[in-house]
């Protein structure tokens, strides 16, 4: 999830907005007294904003709608991200939607005002330069910044590449705004960061889901780039003496163990679930609150064993070979 | 409308954090540079360590006019480390709503 921090309704606070990979616009209204429960955004129809694939949190499953299309025809492309930016110069947000699927971006105008804003339900395809705005391997998620100083906004975006295997990772890549207010016209896009190519022993960079954010991080009067991402790399092999197998054995046996014991846990909370959704319709209200209930507390039961998990699969590492994936944030320092 | 604009999409301006000056419009993404990548560092920890496809904003979180990191994940979590006086950032904290639980998305 990419984020903003915007006054969406003009009440004064900074909002947090987001798209998850729920499908949808998400954002949690700030105030005097703090952030608020995080709500889906909605269209003038009252219809949830969407690209065209997304999860239906009723159901428990995921579905494709294409009332949002230009063709109106569903296709397989989600929203995972959303920005909010005055497209038309009219005084009010409209959103910029970017999809996970093949990166294409779209924007939906408000019709309304930012205190009663009504997105049209309609999706624009966004262009860069004569083709329509898109990312084969992946938007994470994009950002409007004035990169070049020319008073307008122009489009940074990072990608994922493949986050699982050794195929090329991501990047990040930069559209320039040469249109004037209330006519944006992006151009082609340029590469500021080449997708990995991994391969490396350690993480020597970020590799793959990449989501960039332009800030002076030095003071020395350029943008340079905060990137969040997964590094994956692999840990070299190397002679181990007595100690060391018999600490490397020990290692293995308490990964085993809480693996097993994640395992457990999954399989008890898919048993708490059932028994707590007997008899009910799968598609009532009160099947999908407690499934979500015993869902919502399995996840924060689990964080510990995660991190001891990655803790020790660090440790694994600095004995044998170990393929590794990590998150971390990066700086990329302009030169 | 200028003082949204400007909070809106490019908080950091608004923090009073020097931002570039223009630079050449002509200049090409061939020509920009960036030292090799270093990692951040939050307290003891790298900034995003161990998060599901860390995403990382940089915002003013606690009014001290100087640029926080705020890291959301796929999870739907957000958390934030505090820049110090000094440039480092202090350890990682959730981001929490105003009835003082922790900041989550619903992700799916």
Known sequence: MGSQFVDLNADGHLDYLTATFAGSPYVSYGSAEGFSDPVRLVDAQGRRIIISTCWNEEKLTDENLGYA?????????????AWAFDWDADGDYDLLLGSYENGHLYRQMNEGTDREPKFTGRNIPVLAGDKPFALPAGMTAPRLVDWDGDG??????????????????????????????????????????????????????????????????????????????????????RELNEDENVTLERLRKQQKQV?????????????????????LAQDSKKYRDRWMKVYAE??????????????LTRNIGTYVATPRREGFVWLYERL | MRARWLWGTFTVVALGVALSAPRSVAEDAESIRFAPPQRIQAGSFIAG????????????????????????????????ARRNKDGSFAAEQPLRKRDGKPLKFHNW
């Open chain 1, 69 to 81: 299309m230009p063709d109106g025809k569903p296709r397989a492309e989600r929203c995972i991200s």
């Open chain 1, 152 to 237: 307008d906004l122009d489009i940074l975006a990072g990608t994922f590449g493949d986050y699982y295997g050794q195929k090329p990772g991501g990047g990040v890549y930069l559209s320039r705004n040469a249109g004037s207010k209330g006519k944006p016209q992006f151009g082609a896009l340029e590469t500021l960061v080449q997708p990995s190519a991994k391969g490396a022993n350690d993480p020597t960079r970020p590799d793959a889901g990449l989501y960039v954010d332009a800030v002076d991080y030095d003071g020395d009067g350029d943008l340079d780039l905060v990137v969040g991402a997964f590094s994956m790399w692999t840990t070299r092999a």
């Open chain 1, 259 to 279: 693996t097993d014991r994640l395992q457990q846990m999954s399989r008890a909370t898919h048993a708490a679930a059932t028994k707590a959704t007997e008899g």
């Open chain 1, 298 to 311: 399995h996840e924060e039961k689990v964080i510990p064993f995660h991190r001891q998990l990655q803790e």
């Open chain 2, 49 to 80: 360590a161990g998060r599901n496809f860390p995403s990382p904003v940089m915002h003013d979180v606690d009014g001290d006019k100087r640029a926080d990191i705020v890291i959301g994940d796929l999870d739907g979590r957000v958390t934030y």
